[in-house]
């Protein structure tokens, strides 16, 4: 019973807050709109993406950094809202051990996102996801999914979908992981 409503609430967080297209998996994710406890502080899986310029970028080139990475698709609407606050969070932490890595999935070909990071004016670095991506991380519910994650690789948060109060408790919880 308690799974059960767990579901339930998943699906109306979605309809509320996120885009849930679904999205190739071969595993099971969490089950909450909420920052995913159960998720917390384990070691951020190892995965390659593909820069828009060119060249691979893998997850141990995150580590010595807080990071929150977000993986988001161009056509989801609450993916798209929350590009003004991760460009506000970019800005109040330049210069800092702190670093935004925007992880699209499902939105078209390196030119065509490049363009979209262009229309969206988004100030932080962008890469492409793929199904392997999706599999490291044990599967998504749908977009947007936020993970922090500690200088030394560690998930700290995960979020699944816009849910009210996340760019605050991601500023809570970036000033804490900066200030260790």
């Given at each position: 019973m308690k799974k059960l409503a767990s579901i339930v609430a998943v699906v109306i967080s979605f309809a509320l807050f996120g885009c849930?297209?679904?999205v190739a998996t071969t595993s099971a994710a969490s089950n909450s709109?909420?920052?995913a406890?159960?998720?917390a502080m384990?070691?951020?899986?190892?995965f390659e993406v593909t820069k828009l310029d060119g060249g691979s970028l893998k997850s141990e080139d995150l580590k010595g950094k807080v990071t929150v990475l977000d993986m988001w698709a161009t056509w989801c609407d609450p993916c798209k809202e929350e590009i003004p606050d991760y460009n506000k969070l970019q800005e109040k932490y330049a210069g800092k051990d702190f670093q935004i890595l925007g992880v699209t999935m499902e939105s078209g070909t390196p030119a065509e996102i490049k363009k979209k990071v262009e229309e969206f004016k988004i100030q932080?670095?962008?890469v492409?996801?793929?199904?392997?991506?999706?599999d490291a991380f044990g599967g998504l519910l749908g977009f947007p999914t936020t993970f922090l994650v500690?200088?030394?690789g560690k998930i700290q948060k995960k979020f699944?979908?816009?849910v009210p109060g996340k760019q605050q408790q991601l500023n809570q919880a970036i000033d804490k992981l900066l200030s260790e």
């Open positions: 849930s297209k679904p709109a909420k920052p406890a159960k998720d384990k070691p951020l899986p190892q932080y670095p962008v492409v996801g793929d199904d392997k991506v999706v500690t200088k030394d699944i979908g816009s």
